[in-house]
């Protein structure tokens, strides 16, 4: 398991008004995407769905 990521391919950094991702450079995964698309997915459905509480 990489220590870096943890078998995610990718690293993620919290910032105040969001999150940056970059593929983990120890696990050196090519160009796939894929987890970085679904974790954006569930941020945007976590993030309409706050909006929506507030109505």
Do not use: W
């Amino acid at each position: 398991m990489c220590k870096l990521c943890q078998t995610k391919k990718v690293i993620v950094e919290y910032t105040g008004i969001g999150a940056v991702f970059h593929p983990c450079p120890n696990c050196r995964s090519g160009t796939d995407l894929t987890p970085v698309i679904r974790k954006l997915e569930q941020m945007l459905i976590a993030g309409k769905a706050r909006l929506n509480g507030h109505d």
